[in-house]
């Protein structure tokens, strides 16, 4: 089964509207962190926003929020304000057993490419 | 400050051969991983380094691939007797330990072709 699941492959966002991307997790722990990758066609993986499975409220950086939903383990991304330079791969990814302190793999979705129409 | 690099950027390589694939880490970070990226899809874990040694290896598709990073910065993915079906981007990434979420900072990553 996968863990996370990305059901958008492609989304078109008009520049200056809002849009929010899907995401749903599966998984058993307890404590886990949720992040939000953005990949321009350059290739490189640009964190944007996290998300801790204990964090009371949604995340929020800039124009990015995380809409958490727990009890769905829902965890989708909204974008605000949209631009031209939004276009990109976006792609959802969990860390689970997310103790303080902890590192380990990611495990990602398989992506939603959004298109930012002028 | 300086990210991550890797190198090469690109590996073109015939069936069979071995390569090598280099990842410098951003200075001061503990942890280094990496993954494959194959198209349309996300990264998909191999490999991650505390330090000098491997404390998860489990994505390691079979023997053919090893990693090392002998000095705690520096890692190299080798791969034995290459197949077509490694051709793939593979991305290096690297965190703190006392980071806030421990995001990962990736790579520009290496596209590997197997003839």
């Known amino acids: 089964a996968q863990k996370i699941t990305q059901t958008q492959p492609g989304m078109f966002v008009q520049e200056k509207e809002a849009v929010t991307l899907d995401c749903t997790y599966d998984t058993s722990d307890q404590s886990y962190g949720l992040f939000w990758y953005k990949q321009p066609s350059s290739g490189e993986m640009i964190f944007l926003i996290y998300?801790?499975?204990?964090?009371?409220q949604n995340a929020t950086e800039g124009r990015y929020s995380l809409n958490f939903q727990k009890a769905r383990k829902s965890a989708n991304l909204v974008i605000s304000a949209s631009q031209l330079g939004d276009s990109a791969m976006y792609f959802c990814a969990m860390r689970e057993s997310n103790y303080g302190g902890s590192q380990g793999n990611l495990i990602f979705g398989k992506g939603t490419k959004l298109s930012v129409k002028p | 400050g300086a990210g991550v690099s890797q190198t090469p950027s690109n590996k073109v390589t015939e069936k069979g051969k071995y390569v090598e694939l280099r990842c410098d880490p951003i200075?001061?970070?503990?942890?280094l991983y990496w993954y494959r990226q194959s198209l349309g899809q996300g990264p998909e874990f191999l490999i991650y380094f505390q330090g000098t040694g491997a404390a998860d290896d489990s994505g390691l598709p079979n023997d053919r691939f090893f990693a090392v990073r002998p000095e705690g910065s520096v890692s190299t993915l080798k791969i034995q007797r290459t197949e077509r079906g490694d051709s793939a981007v593979y991305l290096c990434?690297?965190?703190?330990?006392?980071?806030?979420?421990?995001?990962?900072?990736f790579g520009p990553g290496t596209r590997l072709t197997v003839l």
């Open positions: 200075s001061g970070h503990t942890a």
């Open positions: 990434a690297s965190s703190r330990f006392d980071s806030p979420y421990n995001e990962q900072f």
């Open positions: 998300q801790g499975s204990y964090d009371e």
